[in-house]
């Protein structure tokens, strides 16, 4: 029988360089997309997916994701007084029960196989969510529950997958398929960022994975991979062919790579008009557009 996923970690010790100098005084998974931040977007999906604990591996200057899923309670009498009800309700969906999220630091930015690696002790002996927030998933059922829904058929490893362009994929960790299940693929190896038409597929791993407690043990003695860093890849690469092993899920909706300018505008534009509040305004702004210029 396979065990159920109810923790999720968070890896969000990274400095942002790329959203400076924003995230110079602010973490980059507080940046708002409409008017949530990133992170928050990555817990509504693993709460919605019956996580009930988070890991965040953080780092230093990042006490603003802590102070954000923290209750506030002058703003919310505040809002009570001047019977803000509706905003009592959306400030309510942030808090976090007490105890729910725990932080461990990740001392050196040696890679995100070394930031899983850090939350081992809190992650124990079961199988485990790891959700990157720069991926943003739109979709009618939350990813990482089609990940679990699967994963209970399964069990091993999972990992969230999407066909790229075949120019595209040598940004992106790449799987070597062995065959297909419906949306499921199996998966009989991995390449981290292959060299140009090097690619064995154009299948591409996305930031949700569910994980086994054997590829803690393997990042503990993973030597340094591609960039100097730990790779979480290599550690998952090394239980393929083992049983269960190692599986994708074509997951159905839409990512949106927020760990850059250009996808964060893009998501911004997607969900800004998929509100009913600012949608239809929105839209007529947009067609007002001079978009020849």
Excluded at 44 to 61: C, K, L, Q, W, Y
Excluded at 73 to 89: F, I, R, S, T, Y
Excluded at 115 to 123: K, T
Excluded at 218 to 233: C, K, N, V
Aim: include cysteine.
């Amino acid at each position: 029988m396979v065990k159920p996923v109810t923790k999720a970690v968070f890896p969000v010790a990274g400095l942002g360089t790329r959203f400076l100098p924003a995230t110079k005084s602010i973490p980059k998974e507080i940046m708002t997309l409409v008017d949530r931040p990133l992170i928050q977007y990555a817990i509504d999906e693993a709460r919605a997916a019956g996580i009930t604990d988070f890991i965040f591996v953080t780092s230093r200057g990042k006490s603003a994701l802590e102070d954000y899923f923290d209750l506030a309670p002058e703003l919310e009498n505040a809002l009570e007084e001047k019977g803000k009800h509706e905003l009592q309700k959306v400030l309510e969906s942030t808090n976090m029960p007490s105890g729910a999220i725990s932080y461990v630091r990740q001392q050196q930015a040696m890679g995100l196989g070394h930031a899983v690696w850090c939350a081992r002790r809190l992650i124990g002996d079961e199988p485990f969510a790891v959700l990157l927030p720069d991926d943003v998933l739109a979709a009618d059922e939350p990813v990482l529950a089609q990940m679990i829904e699967a994963h209970n058929e399964i069990g091993g490893c999972m990992i969230a997958a999407m066909e790229v362009e075949p120019d595209e994929a040598s940004a992106y960790g790449i799987l070597d398929i062995d065959g297909r299940d419906g949306d499921v693929v199996h998966v009989k190896g991995m390449v981290e960022k292959p060299k140009p038409g090097t690619q064995p597929s154009n299948m591409a791993v996305i930031g949700r994975y569910i994980l086994t407690p054997a590829v803690l043990d393997e990042l503990h003695q993973t030597d340094r991979g591609a960039g100097g860093e730990i790779q979480l890849t290599d550690a998952i690469a090394a239980q393929i062919g083992k049983d269960p092993g190692v599986s994708g899920l074509i997951f159905d909706g839409e990512r949106y790579d927020c760990g850059n300018k250009g996808g964060f505008l893009q998501a911004t534009v997607a969900f800004g008009m998929a509100r009913d509040d600012l949608g239809p305004e929105f839209r007529e702004f947009l067609r007002g557009l001079d978009l020849g210029k």
